[in-house]
């Protein structure tokens, strides 16, 4: 396509796709010499990553401070959609792992009201001391933190064997399917 008065080499296509039964059209421009309508299926699945970085800056703002796409080749795009993608699993992973722990005290914080929003935001930034032993950990936030008063309590042995990693507690890594936002191409 020429356009008048546009010196550059202008590429448009019109996808059609399925979210379900549901049949969608997106609209794809590109401006520049590289030959994209060429590989179809190519072009679709770069532009597609691109939307997909936005869409996850997007709803990751609520939680995380997030800039736009300040990358333009296709090893950069698909490296920073993969860590966005990543980050946003692994919120909702460590949320689940986190309320799934937690043991129910007097005066307990009960992070599965929090929300991950406030969860990142608040929580992960408040003072609190740790204290360890035979039985678990147990988190003291501080009278000066947002959580005053409240106290967090995770089960299990406060002190790693002599011959395990320092974060032995973490693994292995489950997949919980659910808690997936994205899975990564």
């Not at 936030?141 to 974060?167: C, E, I, Q, T």
Request: aromatic letters at 12%; proline letters at 6%.
């Amino acid at each position: 396509m020429q356009l008048k008065g546009c010196p550059y080499p202008l590429d448009v296509a019109l996808e059609r796709f399925y979210t379900g039964k549901t049949r969608k059209h997106s609209a794809l421009f590109h401006f520049g010499d590289e030959p994209v309508n060429c590989n179809l299926p190519a072009w679709f699945e770069h532009y597609n990553g691109r939307q997909t970085i936005e869409a996850g800056i997007k709803e990751s703002k609520q939680v995380f401070y997030l800039h736009y796409i300040k990358v333009r080749s296709e090893p950069a795009i698909y490296l920073q959609e993969c860590c966005v993608i990543f980050a946003a699993n692994f919120i909702r992973w460590a949320s689940h792992w986190l309320a799934s722990q937690a043991q129910s005290v007097e005066n307990g914080l009960d992070v599965g009201k929090l929300g991950v929003k406030r969860q990142v935001q608040v929580a992960a930034h408040v003072s609190a001391q740790v204290i360890r032993n035979s039985e678990g950990g147990l988190l003291m936030f501080s009278k000066h933190s947002a959580f005053a008063g409240k106290v967090l309590r995770l089960p299990g042995n406060g002190y790693p064997p002599p011959d395990r990693p320092k974060f032995w507690f973490l693994m292995p890594f489950w997949i919980k399917s659910h808690l997936i936002a994205q899975p990564l191409r």
